[in-house]
């Protein structure tokens, strides 16, 4: 959206997630709104409970003058509940409008065992309701964080799942009878480190997800970008090695096919099935149970066939991120992904990238921050979407 046509409302609402507390002073001074409409529209919002005034402050500057009286966001004015599936879990949480997650439920389970989506999400939905009744009345909305494809009506998941394809946000939103949207899921992640981390997120940023796939979103001027069509953001089918391995979509040498959870566990499989990795073989009663934390430890064991699907993994990475911070040049690059998490892992990467950033420079590494990996991310991003959609912007 472009803030041109956002009303001043909005535009002081948005700073206040992003800069509470603060004065009025400030936000008129740093949105050029002018001071009048600022006071007006936070009078109204106060009186609507949506904010507080926190009294006057010392000024730390010894500037002369009144004292400057600061404001803040009232968290608990309105609720969101954000949902994610994905193939390893499906997540649900409340948050109140500064994220805090007020409850959270975690279903570390396989895509394969859910027969009907939209009724687990209804399901678990109303049982979230009902523990929370106090809270009910003050739900702002439903986000739902999915993976892959969305058309640009935003009502339909592109999907080879036929798990997925029983997926239909419109009866979820005719059961409650509440707003729901839905984003892919690490746009949504994205989101709700926008607006649940002002500390850490600057207006321009790029969020890279690895996991069973990957996506990166990207976050210019405060806003989430949305490109022309769902192939936005759609990282993992860039071109890495020309001619290499086909890739399910189609074309060969996709960054997919090297370096994404789905690929490096398909080789775990093959590697235990011939017999090719001891230490991997003992991790695992079942070569189907393979999962990223056992290719994990079989690297920090010293298993050195999985140790090089690493390292190329990681030099393709490398090579993305790289051209990534070129093409885009973002304040900041956060990578979410249970890979990045390990320190021996990291470490090699934070090589591979110096060496590929060198001719920016020695510290530009300081702007590609991990995130650290939680199941919960995603519905809290998409609890993120909803009070951007549905509060802020409404």
């Known amino acids: 959206m472009n803030p041109i046509k956002k009303s001043n409302r909005t535009r002081i609402l948005e700073y206040i997630f992003r800069n509470a507390p603060v004065s009025r002073a400030t936000i008129a001074e740093q949105t050029d709104i002018t001071p009048a409409t600022v006071t007006t529209t936070t009078a109204e919002l106060i009186n609507e409970h949506i904010i507080v005034d926190l009294g006057e402050v010392e000024q730390n500057d010894n500037t002369p003058g009144r004292k400057r009286v600061l404001i803040d966001l009232n968290p608990d004015y309105g609720y969101a509940i954000g949902i994610e599936f994905n193939e390893k879990h499906v997540s649900f949480c409340i948050t109140n409008l500064k994220g805090k997650v007020i409850v959270e439920s975690i279903f570390l389970t396989t895509y394969h065992e859910i027969s009907n989506i939209t009724e687990f999400i209804i399901e678990n939905v109303e049982i979230l309701m009902q523990k929370n009744q106090d809270i009910k009345d003050k739900l702002l909305g439903i986000g739902i964080g999915v993976p892959g494809k969305i058309n640009n009506n935003k009502k339909e998941l592109f999907s080879d799942s036929n798990v997925w394809k029983c997926f239909y946000p419109e009866i979820i939103k005719e059961r409650f009878h509440l707003p729901v949207i839905m984003d892919n899921n690490v746009k949504c992640m994205a989101m709700g480190m926008y607006l649940f981390e002002p500390q850490k997120s600057p207006e321009n940023f790029s969020f890279f997800h690895l996991g069973i796939g990957m996506y990166c979103a990207n976050v210019i001027n405060g806003e989430l970008f949305k490109g022309e069509s769902y192939i936005s953001g759609e990282i993992g089918h860039t071109i890495v090695k020309v001619d290499g ?15 994404s959870e789905r690929w490096l566990i398909k080789m775990a499989k093959i590697l ?16 189907e149970d393979v999962n990223i934390e056992h290719i994990i430890t079989a690297y ?12 190329e993994a990681l030099k393709y990475l490398s090579m993305t991120i790289s051209n990534l911070s070129i093409i885009i040049n973002p304040t900041k690059i956060f990578l979410h992904g249970r890979l990045f998490e390990e320190d021996t892992i990291f470490n090699q990467f934070q090589s591979y990238i110096e060496r590929d950033l060198k001719f920016i420079g020695d510290n530009y590494f300081s702007n590609i921050e991990p995130v650290r990996y939680r199941p919960i991310n995603g519905a809290v991003g998409a609890s993120a979407r909803v009070i951007d959609a549905y509060f802020i912007n409404e």
């Open 245 to 259: 391995k086909s890739c399910e979509c189609g074309k060969n040498g996709c960054l997919n096919t090297y370096a």
């Open 272 to 287: 235990i099935k011939n017999k090719a990795s001891v230490i991997l073989d003992s991790l695992v009663k079942n070569y």
């Open 300 to 311: 920090n064991l010293g298993d050195e066939v999985i140790r090089q699907y690493i390292l």
